[in-house]
């Protein structure tokens, strides 16, 4: 097969997935995982991908730019669902407390994770997605509390003045946030400044700072910062990061889990 041929194929399983793996496409393809590494090098040249730790994904378009809450839903639904499950580890399983559930996709698999262990009423859940609420609504003796506010139409959660206040007046143990870009010098980010005015408030507000994202997240620098390094306790993701941010991590002690 000719370079142009893979290229074109890579084109297109970035197109269905939004990530790319040196050592998948290099099985696929039957050829070393040098060629391929060459291939993503000449590929991110000519502005096709963008080159990430173990692979590549989309190239980003612009600070602003945010994918509706259902494409995003079938956007790698599987590294979510891991995260997930992994990240339950952080309450283990003699937890009663406070929880703060951050709206997203990756937040929705925490919350399906959590899901069985509502009915002990062991665990106070906070929210300010519709989405999550009304999935965690459905569960037998929950205890469950939403925070309102205007409602934003891509996301489906609540955000403003009014929502950012309420979650100052709370101190939930555990927030479990998730994040669009995650940067080693700008930390964490999202395109829309209501949303990262609650994001912000909810790492404030919270004992312990989770930050659940999948590795396409890592470099990215999106138009509003909400949170540094320092602020977050846990970072649970689905591939390692590369040098330089797992040196930042490391510098601001954030413990990286993987799944």
Do not use: C
Not at 68 to 74: A, G, I, N, V, Y
Not at 204 to 232: P, Q
């Amino acid at each position: 097969m000719y370079a142009t041929e893979r290229h074109e194929q890579i084109e297109q399983l970035l197109a269905e997935d939004g990530r790319v793996s040196v050592v998948e496409l290099a099985e696929r393809f039957a050829v070393t995982t040098e060629t391929i590494r060459r291939d993503l090098d000449r590929m991110e040249s000519d502005g096709s991908l963008r080159r990430v730790h173990g692979g590549a994904v989309l190239p980003d378009r612009a600070s602003t730019l945010e994918p509706s809450l259902s494409e995003r839903e079938l956007r790698h639904s599987a590294a979510k669902g891991a995260i997930g499950r992994r990240a339950l580890d952080v309450l283990g399983s003699s937890f009663h407390g406070s929880v703060f559930l951050d709206a997203g996709t990756t937040t929705a698999a925490v919350a399906a994770e959590l899901a069985p262990s509502l009915a002990s009423g062991r665990i106070d859940v906070v929210t300010h997605s519709l989405t999550l609420a009304h999935a965690l609504a459905a569960v037998p003796g929950a205890s469950l509390t939403l925070i309102g506010g205007r409602v934003r139409g891509l996301t489906a959660a609540a955000v403003g003045a009014d929502t950012v206040n309420a979650i100052a007046d709370l101190r939930p143990d555990v927030a479990f946030v998730g994040a669009n870009g995650v940067s080693s010098s700008f930390g964490l980010s999202t395109p829309d400044p209501d949303e990262a005015a609650v994001k912000r408030a909810i790492v404030r507000a919270a004992r312990r700072v989770v930050v659940v994202a999948d590795a396409e997240k890592f470099g990215g620098e999106l138009l509003v910062t909400f949170a540094a390094l320092r602020d977050i306790d846990v970072l649970v993701t689905d591939a390692a990061p590369d040098a330089a941010l797992s040196a930042a991590l490391a510098d601001a002690e954030v413990e990286v889990w993987l799944t």
